[in-house]
Every structure is written in structure tokens, then in C-alpha cells.
């Protein structure tokens, strides 16, 4: 009784203890039906899988049973990761008693896994975090897992397992679009009760298939594959899908009016390329995902030389069979120039492939790929680009505390961005990573320039748009800002982690105080100190939703991770760690600089 009069009076206070947890929710199908049938067998075969297979996992992967119901359970884990290996080694284990006992032979469950902020109430847990996981077990094919998005984010790399797009998701009671993927472990299709639409007709463009017998011609392939979703994005006929929602379904034998509904587009491109000494041979074809109708295929053998003629013709062809229109000749002077040398083309799509790779030693490998392109064809300005963000990533990681203006990468990185523009200026992406560039530099006019005409030159590629979207937050546009966020998510519902990164600020910079602390929580999850920014932004978010004791633990996180990082010959204290933290976040109104400074302020910080 003394307990619970103490929950009640903390919960009166607004005191109950918050933290952020992997729920998993599961439940036994058809559990009343099975009851009915034979009450006594159902409940000690139930009871048997509990106590022998279920609980032993839980603990196993370092989780606790938070509540047992008569149909199924709720358990907490401090780790996605080792939630959904519990998920798929239970019903893994459960499918194979199936198959030897027919005692269980009638018990399946579905899962539902989320990662969000739960309230602790004794030993319970309660909140939208625990919510959305039991909504998305409902939905949930008998036998299988199906995972938020948010989770979702936590597992690159690190699952070994088939996970699918499942298309955002309607939830009971939950306001807000959830995405969710699914573990197909029964073999079952999942089936959206609302498939995900945009505006217009939809496209993508699967990698195309590497037919050269070298596997280390993949890069080949998929640079033509993601240049040939380049030239469709620049129509405003269409939307097209990014290409790593594309890219992430390779290698899967999965009908395409199911890659279609995944995915959201209503056209599929798919392809070969067969690559031989000075010739390339390309076959596409383009089918309608509804129906599963193939509307138009062809073949093209070409010198390696005319490669970038080949890939306007094939976006073309698609572009007037999807849109029942011709494009018009005078368009084909917006496209980017071709390099002279097709061996820089080579050096750049292999550095391309290694660009987003942050494992030791890839960034090297990309900067001397991208520079040996350089040198190859001087007039090529993509190379110029990639050189651009492994510099500009270098200084955001290592070069902690430098001012901009002795600072050699960042220096570098501007100098290959203005190098690139002087090269090609008609390349959306060369307009998009000068813009970008300029915004880190604080030269907000030119960064507006620019990323201005990028998203007006191809108004559908995600990444201008993401940057876009982020650009207008540090003009005081949050509002808009969102919105392109919005439709950047729906063009690449597969995007990656980063795109958060802007999200979360803009978030911030609207008011939405716990959307963004949300956000901020799932990127630093699992590594709180690997970046100071994000726990910066995440203590302000805390000390606005008055947690303070939260906020001012990520303040101590944000002060000792920015502390062994950095690089400034005079030493820093708190102050000038704060000071940093506001310059890059690259704020032009001082409303937003306020508003970030007084959450830091009530954060414990001294800003």
C-alpha cells in the first residue's frame, strides 16, 4: 500500500522517472478461438513455451519481462539490437516446436518491436513507446516481426536477417503516420492496410544487375543505375524514388508489383550491364507495378564513351512512355557536361561507392580515388564535389573548435566546391554542394543562391532536397523547412539516419520540443558521445519539456565529449564549447540562436 501511495503522490508531482527503451510486444493469434477449443491444453502449452523458450531468451538478450498477460507478454531491452535477435530467435524457436510437439503445434505470435520514451511506473512501463509497439503487433502477419521505423534505424549492418519496407502505417490511436518493416520469417507477404502515395506518377529505379562476371564491376552498374535516377528526377512530370530506397531491396527475388507497393511507385525500372573492354551493353525495362504490366524494354550497345548519351535516351524513353510526352530538345542543354576522359568517370563512381563509408581508412581510399579522377579529366566537376564532403566531413569530425577561417579542411572543402561550379554549373548536385558549403561557411546569401537553384533544377532528388529543407531552418523558415523535409522523407522512405539530423533541429526551431528530443534520443542511443551536436540540441529539447535532470546529464555528455575533441591552440572551457556549438549550428536569426541558447541556459550550460 506504501508503494502505491508513493507512485500516486510522484505521479500527482510530475515526477515519474522517463527513460528511452526497446519494447517488444507479443501476442498469441487467435488466443480466444484456441481457449474455446480446449482451454486446458492451450494454457499449458502456452505456459511450456514460456517458461522454456520465451523467458530463456529474454534474459538471454539482456531483457526483462515488463507484464505477462493470458495471450502474451511485454519486454524491455536497452538495445534494438538484442530485441529484435530475441524476436526472431523466439519465433524462430517457436516455428520449430511447431513442427516436432504437437502440444504447441497451435501457438503463433506476432511481435511488435518500437524504441521510443516509456514512463516507469514500478515495475510497468507506459507511454507511446510501449504503444506503438503493440499497435504494430496487432497488424502484424502471424509468425513474423514487424519493426517501427524508428527502430528500425538502430540496426544497419547489425541484423542478419531479411527486413523489408513495410510503407508507413495508420496505427489505432496514433495519431501520426508510423513507418514500420517487417521480418518475413513465415514466408508471409505483408500486406499495408495503406500503401504510401505521392503526388504525380512515381518511380524507381531498381541497381541495375552486374553482368560483366567481375564482381568488382559492381560500381559500374550502380553508378549508371543512380545516374540514370538522376536524369529522371529532373523531370517534374515525375517522382522518383531515391536511390537508397531503390538500392536497399538489391538482391531480393521479390515480385515487382510487391517492390512497387514497398516502395510506393506505381513504375519500376530494372536492368542489366554488361561491361567489355571499350563497349557497354545496357538492357532496361520498365513494367507498371499494379498490373505487373511491362510497358517498354530495350537494349543499347554502346561505345564506353557514349555512356552518358545512352542514359538521357533511356530517361527519356521512360519519361515519355510514364508521362505520355516527348521531352523537348532544348531541355538537353541542362545536363551536366560529360568528362573527357570516361577513366574518370571510373575513378569517380568507385570513389562515390566508398564516400558514405566511415570505417578506417574508406575516407582515404574516396579522397584518393576522387583526386586521381581530378587529375584524369581536370574539367570533370563531380570529382570535385566528392573531394568537397570528405573534407568538409573531416572537419566537422576532427577539427572541433578551429575558427572556419584557419581551419584547412574547411578551407579545402569550399575551394573544391567552387572548383566543381566553375567546371559545371549545370549539375544540380555541383549548385546543391556549393550552397551546402557556403551554409557551413555562414555565407547564407550564397548558400540560398544556390541550393535555390539546385531544388529548382531537379525538384525531386531527396538529398537536395534534405539540404534545402535544412538551409531554409537556418534562414528562420522552419515551417517550410519541415515540409520539404516531409516530401524528401517520401521520395526516399528507405533514407538514411542523417537525414534526422536536420529534422530533429527543425523540430526544434518549430517549438516541437518532444519530437525533437524523440529524434535527438534514437541517434545517440547507442553512442551518446560520439557526437556532441546532437547532444547539445537533445539538452536543450529536455530542459523546454522541463526534464531538467535529463538535460543536464546530456549537457555533462555534450562538455566532456567536445572536451577531448578539441583542436583550438588556446584552451577551451565551457563557455567557449557553447560559443562552438552555436556557430556550427549555422543559425542566421537571432531568434533561433536565443531560443537554442536559453534551452542550453536551462540546461545547465553557461550560454
Known sequence: MLEK??????????????????????????????????????????????????????????????????????????????????????????????????????????????????????????????????????????????????????????????????GEQQLKNISRPIKAYHVPLSGSTFVSPKALTLGGPTIAVL???????????????????????????????????ARTSSFALRGRATDLREVGRLLGAGYIVEGSVRRAGNRVRITVQLVETVGGTHLWADRYDRAIEDIFATQEEIAQSIVAM?????????????????????????????????????????????????????????????????????????ASDGDVGIPRDRDENRIKALCSAE????????????????????????????????????????????????????????????????????????????YPSWYNYYKSRLLFLSGRYNEAALLLEQRTFDTPDREPRDMAWRAASYAYLDRLGDAEKCAGVFLKAVSTRWSRDEAGGAAEYVNWLVDVSYLSEERDVSRLRNGLRRAGLPA
Not at 559500374?220 to 538522376?230: E, L
Not at 566508398?354 to 579522377?373: H, I, K, V
Request: hydrophobic share 45%; aromatic share 8%.
Open 322 to 394: 510514364v508521362a505520355r510526352r516527348v521531352i523537348d530538345n532544348n531541355e538537353l542543354t541542362s545536363r551536366r557536361r560529360r568528362p573527357e576522359d570516361m577513366r574518370a568517370y571510373d575513378l569517380f563512381l568507385q570513389g562515390n561507392r566508398l564516400s558514405d563509408d566511415f570505417r578506417p581508412g574508406a575516407q582515404e581510399r574516396a579522397e584518393a580515388l576522387f583526386e586521381r579522377a581530378a587529375q584524369t579529366d581536370p574539367s570533370f566537376a563531380r570529382a570535385h564535389t566528392g573531394l568537397a564532403y570528405i573534407y568538409l566531413n573531416r
Open 419 to 494: 572548383t566543381a561550379f566553375a567546371l559545371d554549373p549545370s549539375d544540380p548536385r555541383v549548385q546543391c554542394t556549393l550552397g551546402y558549403i557556403c551554409l557551413t561557411w555562414r555565407d547564407f546569401k550564397r548558400a540560398e543562391h544556390h541550393l535555390d537553384l539546385a531544388k529548382t533544377m531537379n525538384p525531386n532528388d531527396a538529398t537536395v532536397l534534405i539540404l534545402w529543407a535544412w538551409m531554409q531552418g537556418s534562414l528562420g523558415r522552419s515551417g517550410l523547412g519541415l515540409a520539404a523535409a516531409e516530401v524528401a522523407y517520401r521520395l526516399n522512405p528507405l
Open 207 to 241: 541497381p541495375f544487375e552486374n553482368m560483366s562476371g567481375d564482381p568488382e564491376q559492381v560500381y559500374f552498374s550502380d553508378g549508371i543505375t543512380a545516374d540514370i535516377i538522376t536524369e529522371l528526377a529532373r523531370f517534374a512530370e515525375l517522382m522518383v524514388i
Open 5 to 166: 501511495l508513493k507512485h500516486f503522490h510522484l505521479r500527482l508531482e510530475g515526477k515519474l522517472q522517463r527513460r528511452l527503451a526497446a519494447i517488444l510486444v507479443a501476442d498469441v493469434v487467435g488466443y480466444s478461438r484456441l481457449v474455446e477449443k480446449d482451454e486446458g491444453k492451450t494454457l499449458a502449452a502456452l505456459s511450456l513455451l514460456q517458461n522454456t523458450l520465451l523467458q530463456p531468451q529474454i534474459a538471454k538478450h539482456a531483457g526483462r519481462v515488463v507484464k505477462l498477460m493470458g495471450d502474451g507478454f511485454i519486454a524491455e531491452f536497452a538495445s534494438v539490437v538484442e530485441a529484435v535477435s530475441c524476436a526472431i530467435k523466439m519465433q524462430n524457436a517457436v516455428a520449430s516446436h511447431q513442427d516436432s510437439s504437437d502440444t504447441v503445434g497451435n501457438i503463433v505470435f506476432r511481435i511488435g518491436i518500437n524504441i521510443g520514451d516509456v514512463v516507469v511506473d514500478g515495475d510497468d512501463l507506459l507511454g507511446d513507446g510501449v504503444n506503438v509497439a503493440a499497435r504494430l503487433e496487432q497488424i502484424c502477419p502471424p509468425g513474423d516481426v514487424l519493426i517501427s521505423g524508428a527502430a528500425y534505424e538502430h540496426l544497419a549492418g547489425k541484423i542478419d536477417a531479411t527486413i523489408e519496407y513495410a
